[in-house]
Every structure is written in structure tokens, then in C-alpha cells.
């Protein structure tokens, strides 16, 4: 356990200023400081840091909190990696207190075990044993020097050696287990989560191997790709391959391909800022990660119609995002017949190299020249009604430009394909966003009719159950915050909040303010969810109506037992009912 004290000396020498701003470009405006939010995509300023509270709160996607909760949630940590990752940015040594911290150490077992697991392979797959992994590197033409570079590796086929070979080394089954390494049979016993594979093992921006992904020899059944189960070090949705290595590229942008050989063969050939996915879809996590280290990203997936679908999908994601996003569309590949062949970037370096690949990256196309290249690609313009569907499509994705700039260029180029005069379709695309402001601000006065939906908290889990009692019983926390002597003469219990996490947090403030420590939001770090703590920001964020602090205190307390009182005459009400119903069947049967 780590002593409150440290914490509150941390927190009071960690500046949010100072911590956010290494992460995140700040501007001061009207009393606050004011930048482009790290978790989730913009490209207007929403993200607030207020240095008087020692909080930042974003109004754009509604999180919040200290300077703890910022490092938990940027460099996702838990709480008490959190503190020792800003103790060790101020020079502060971490004291330690009563029991270990167990989460801790089950990452570091779960980092050790899947290092093990890598060196295991690693030696398995240079040995006799893993001819046939090496044949197939030979054949996918992966370099030995690479192949020791990404750490590559092979799975033997016998059901049980890597568990056998690492518990023998001190890991416990249920720690290769946790460390998604093996599985847990039937009969109670484990086995290997990996068989006869190419290993690739995935090493965080720390440089730990935090997972594995795979990909099964020719000629075996079984899944062609499996990467790791998420584990407590391995979350696929957050964790981008290779970008241990591009985050140190001198080229100017990152390239994000589909495969994770795709990778190591473009690293191959010079080109050391590629990474990909695990897997997955790009989330917008993984677009926060990656702006960290570059403004400009260069998309090239696959050409065939799925990597254009998942191309789309990563535009629209990515349409917020502080980075320049480029496209890079592979050009079609034939077939002795004429037909089209799908091309990934590996299949494109081993048939043109390296310079071709380098003329193909220089020439990649703006976001939104893709957008209307992708359009007219599948539009038959030959005919009118080829024309109008490609027209109406095009007016809706210039539309959704934000830059009046992009919308001339992109409007231009996608009148002079239709046949149209560029003022037509300016026109056409000026009535279309006039159309969508109404319904949005249509939509927001619906909104805003519905007090419920307009106060009520934005996590579901969260909601009051009695908003007039909730939102007075706000008012008591922004009162306790402001003034913590209050507490002093204060006659109210926790139990008396009708919201579970407003009691929750004005008992642990009080706690504090009991034992002498500092009573302010960021000290709840390790107490509060980060929904719960975002909330709590949210709050003191709402200005306090005017008059003395005793007299709406006072108010705030009547309000609260007044509901209170309802809520139990409410409950009386349904009981009495219920005691009646039973009474009157009870009469009927017994025929009185």
C-alpha cells in the first residue's frame, strides 16, 4: 500500500499543466488552458485543464479527473502504476506500506512468463525441431536477420512442451494461464495455447512482450491467425504491432498496413514506420497512440473490395483525429486471364521492390481526394441515373467536410466528373449541411425539453433514480469541496443520498477531511471508477448559485429529506395496497 500522505505530496507537485501538457498542445483561454482532447478524435479544442482544481475535464467526450487519472488513462495504467510513473517523473520515491501490490505483480509474472514463452520459441524454431517454421519464413522471404529482429519464434506441434518447459522454469499453471499462454482443459489440467505456428511476439512502447500473434504452417487445420486472449498486459484494442520500433523512424508519418508479415517484410525493404492492428478494426484508441508519435498517417490496406470497406471505416474513425491521413490504394494486379488479383503491401514488395513501393507512398491521396476517388470508382456515370446516385453520394461526403477548403477542392473535382458546373453542386452541398444543422439543433431542442435526459449523468450506471434529490445532493459535494470545514457541523449521513456514488463520494471526502488530509477530487483517484470520477468533475464543473454557502447548504439538505420523505410515504402507499389486494383474495376464497 502506498501511505495517503505521498499521495497528497504527489498530487501536490504533479502540475496537471505540466503532466498534460506532455502529452497534449495547450492554449490558455479565458482562465483555463484549453487543447485538442487525447482520448477521443477533434479537431476543435474541447479538452480543459483548470490548474486552480488540479482537473482537467474534456466537454466533448465527457471524461475528467486528476493528474493520476490522466496517466492511468493515457498511458493505461493502473492506479498504483499511475502514481509510481509520476513519482518517478518528479525525482519522489514511492514508499511502501503494508501488503504488496497484487496487480502489479501479476503484470510483471504475466510480462516474464510471455518473455520466457518468446526466448522458448525463439530457440525451438532455430533448432532441428523448427525446420519447417524456417522453410516457411524462406518462402515468405523474412530475412534471419529480421526474423531475430521481431523475435520470431516457432510453436512445437506436442500439445504440452511450452507448459512443461515453463513451469519447470518456476511459472505456476494458473500463471500461464493469466498470461494467456496456456488453457485450461476438461479433466483440470492445461496445455498449450499455441501448436505448430509461426510466432510473432508482440512487445508493448515499453518494450516488454506483453501477447503473441500467430499464423498456422501450410498444410495444418486450425485457425490461420490467433493472437492472445486479452490478458491483464495484453488489451488487442489498445496495443499496435511494431510501433516499439516505427516510434523512433525518422520518416514522416506512420503507415498502417493489415498484416503483421506485411510489416516485418516493408521494415525488410527500409521502411521502418509501418505497424498494424492486432487483428482488429482500428479503434480509436489505437488512433490516439499513434498520434502521439506522428501527425501524419499513411492507411494502406489491401486492395481487394474488403480492404477498401476497411479503409472507409478507418476514414470515418479517423475524420477528427489532430493527424493529416493519407491513402495508399495499391495498384491492381493480374492474372494470366485479366483477372484482378488482391495485393497486400508483402505481395507488392516481393514483385516490384522497394522503390516502387516508395513512388507508390509519395503519391498517396489526401483523405478526402479518396473519398471521392472511392466514389467514382463505383459509380457508372455512363448512364443519368449513375450520374444522380453518384451525384447524391458525392454532395453527402463533401458535405461532411469540415473545411471550407477541402469542400471547394473535393466539390470540384467531383462536379467536373459528373458533367455539372461547380457552382450547381456547391449549391447542392451548402443546402445539404443548412438540412443537417436543422435536424441537429432539432434534435438537441428535443433534447433539452427532457430534463431528465438534459441532468441526468451521462454513464447509465450512474442515472438518479430521483433527479430533484440527485441534483441537490450535487450541490452538497460542490459546497464540501469548496469549503471542507463544513463538515465540522455538518448533521447528514451517507445513507441519506438517494445516488449510491454521491454518498460513496462524500463519505470518502469526509474520511479525509476526519484524518487531515487534503479534501479536492484528484485525491479519489484510486477510490472512484474513471465513469464515477468524470461525473464528479462534471459536477464541480457547474457554477454554485449565488447567497451564502450555510443557506444552500441548508436548502440543498431540505430538498434531499424532502424527496427522501416522498420516496418512504410513496413506499407506505404501495405497501398499504398490497396488504389490501392480499387481504381481498384471501376474503374471495375463503367465500365471505
Known amino acids: 500500500m502506498i501511505p495517503e500522505q505521498f499521495i497528497d505530496e504527489l498530487i501536490a507537485r504533479a502540475d496537471i499543466a505540466d503532466v498534460v501538457g506532455d502529452y497534449v498542445h495547450l492554449t490558455p483561454k479565458g482562465g483555463n488552458i484549453w487543447g485538442l482532447c487525447p482520448f477521443h478524435a477533434e479537431?476543435?479544442?474541447?479538452?480543459?485543464?483548470?490548474?486552480?482544481?488540479?482537473?482537467?475535464?474534456?466537454?466533448?467526450?465527457?471524461?475528467g479527473g486528476g493528474a493520476i487519472n490522466f496517466i492511468m488513462e493515457i498511458e493505461n495504467l493502473s492506479y498504483p502504476e499511475a502514481i509510481r510513473f509520476l513519482a518517478k517523473r518528479l525525482g519522489m520515491e514511492v514508499p511502501e506500506t503494508g501488503q504488496s501490490d497484487d496487480r502489479r505483480k501479476k503484470v510483471r509474472r504475466a510480462v516474464e512468463a510471455n518473455t520466457a514463452a518468446a526466448r522458448f520459441y525463439h530457440s525451438y524454431m532455430v533448432g532441428a525441431e523448427g525446420q519447417s517454421v524456417r522453410e516457411y519464413m524462406a518462402q515468405r522471404q523474412i530475412s534471419p536477420k529480421f526474423a531475430t529482429r521481431f523475435g520470431l519464434g516457432a510453436a512445437p506441434g506436442e500439445w504440452d512442451m511450452l507448459t512443461k518447459t515453463l513451469t519447470a522454469q518456476g511459472f505456476s499453471k494458473k500463471e500461464l494461464v493469466d498470461a494467456g499462454l496456456a488453457v485450461g482443459g476438461k479433466n483440470g489440467g492445461v496445455y498449450d495455447k499455441f501448436r505448430s505456428r509461426l510466432m510473432l511476439p508482440v512487445i508493448d512502447i515499453r518494450g516488454d512482450v506483453v501477447g503473441f500473434t500467430s499464423r498456422i504452417l501450410p498444410g495444418l487445420e486450425g485457425a490461420k491467425y490467433l493472437n492472445s486472449p486479452d490478458t491483464i498486459c495484453f488489451k488487442k484494442g489498445q496495443l499496435i504491432y511494431a510501433l516499439n520500433y516505427a516510434k523512433s523512424t525518422k520518416r514522416p508519418n506512420l503507415v498502417l498496413v493489415e498484416g503483421n508479415i506485411d510489416v516485418i517484410t516493408l521494415h525488410q525493404a527500409g521502411f521502418d514506420n509501418v505497424v498494424a492492428t492486432m487483428g482488429t478494426a482500428l479503434t480509436v484508441d489505437h488512433a490516439r497512440i499513434m498520434a502521439r508519435y506522428s501527425k501524419e498517417l499513411v492507411l494502406c490496406y489491401d486492395n481487394d473490395e474488403a480492404g477498401k470497406k476497411a479503409t472507409d471505416r478507418a476514414l470515418e474513425l479517423l475524420k477528427d483525429v489532430d493527424m493529416k491521413v493519407r491513402v495508399l490504394q495499391l495498384p491492381n494486379s493480374f492474372d494470366e486471364s485479366g483477372k484482378p488479383l488482391k495485393q497486400d503491401p508483402d505481395d507488392f514488395i516481393k514483385k516490384f521492390g522497394p522503390e516502387a513501393f516508395e513512388r507508390c507512398l509519395n503519391g498517396s491521396t489526401q483523405q478526402n481526394d479518396y473519398r471521392v476517388e472511392a466514389l467514382l470508382g463505383r459509380s457508372d456515370l455512363s448512364h443519368e441515373e449513375g450520374r444522380r446516385e453518384f451525384l447524391r453520394a458525392a454532395v453527402e461526403t463533401v458535405g461532411r467536410m469540415r473545411s471550407p477548403i477541402e469542400r471547394e477542392l473535393s466539390g470540384n473535382k467531383a462536379a467536373r466528373a459528373a458533367g455539372i458546373s461547380e457552382t450547381a453542386f456547391a449549391q447542392e452541398?451548402?443546402?445539404?449541411?443548412?438540412?443537417?444543422?436543422?435536424?441537429?439543433?432539432?434534435?438537441l431542442e428535443r433534447?433539452?425539453?427532457?430534463?431528465?435526459?438534459?441532468h441526468q449523468p451521462k454513464s447509465r450506471e450512474l442515472r438518479y433514480e430521483n433527479l430533484r434529490s440527485g441534483l441537490a445532493e450535487e450541490g452538497i459535494l460542490r459546497l464540501v469541496l469548496l469549503e471542507p470545514t463544513l463538515y465540522d457541523r455538518l448533521e447528514l449521513e451517507p445513507e441519506e443520498f438517494s445516488s449510491p456514488t454521491l454518498g460513496k463520494c462524500f463519505s470518502l471526502l469526509r474520511e479525509r477531511y476526519r484524518q487531515g488530509l487534503e479534501v479536492r477530487l484528484p485525491a479519489l483517484a484510486g477510490e472512484l471508477t474513471a465513469e464515477e470520477m468524470s461525473h464528479l468533475v462534471e459536477i464541480t464543473s457547474k457554477p454554485e448559485s449565488g447567497g451564502s454557502i450555510q443557506e444552500a447548504l441548508r436548502d440543498y439538505i431540505g430538498t434531499m429529506r424532502e424527496e427522501a420523505g416522498r420516496r418512504t410515504a410513496s413506499g407506505d402507499r404501495e405497501a398499504l395496497l398490497a396488504l389490501q389486494k392480499q387481504l381481498k383474495e384471501k376474503t374471495m376464497e375463503d367465500g365471505i
Open 429 to 443: 452541398v451548402e443546402q445539404w449541411r443548412k438540412s443537417q444543422s436543422w435536424k441537429n439543433r432539432k434534435t
Open 43 to 63: 479537431k476543435t479544442p474541447s479538452f480543459s485543464v483548470n490548474r486552480e482544481r488540479q482537473i482537467y475535464k474534456c466537454f466533448g467526450c465527457g471524461k
Open 447 to 454: 433534447k433539452e425539453m427532457v430534463p431528465a435526459q438534459t
